[in-house]
């Protein structure tokens, strides 16, 4: 059974920094693409960033610069630095691997627990 978990959440002062960490297990193959989402309290889940094999970025428009998404040397680790934080970005965050197929068989998606980020003084 595949499972992803997080780590890495916390309490931050505005203008300090994170990093998260997603560590799946049960999986053969190496996802294709991963990322990580958010959602605060009352709003809908949101696509923070997200990478592919190629190593290709995606970032919300409210985090490029202040972000970073990597992929770990371990098969399918996943890490998202934050710095620069602000109170808007207190929520809980998710990994996230995306749906793929292989050798007929349909792998995901997949969702970790999350792990809650707040930013505040």
């Known amino acids: 059974q595949v499972q992803l978990v997080e780590s890495g959440g916390g309490l931050v002062q505005p203008g300090g920094s994170l990093t998260l960490s997603c560590a799946a297990s049960g999986m053969p193959y190496s996802f294709i693409s991963m990322g990580w989402y958010r959602q605060a309290p009352g709003k809908q889940r949101e696509m923070v960033a997200t990478?592919?094999?190629?190593?290709?970025?995606n970032y919300l428009d409210s985090v490029k610069g202040r972000f970073t998404i990597s992929r770990g040397n371990a098969k399918n680790t996943l890490y998202l630095q934050m710095n620069s934080l602000k109170p808007e970005d207190t929520a809980v965050y998710y990994c996230?691997?995306?749906?793929?197929?292989?050798?007929?068989?349909?792998?995901?998606?997949?969702w970790g627990q999350g792990t809650q980020v707040t930013v505040s003084s």
């Open positions: 990478i592919n094999s190629s190593a290709r970025t």
């Open positions: 996230n691997a995306d749906r793929q197929y292989i050798n007929g068989y349909t792998y995901g998606p997949y």
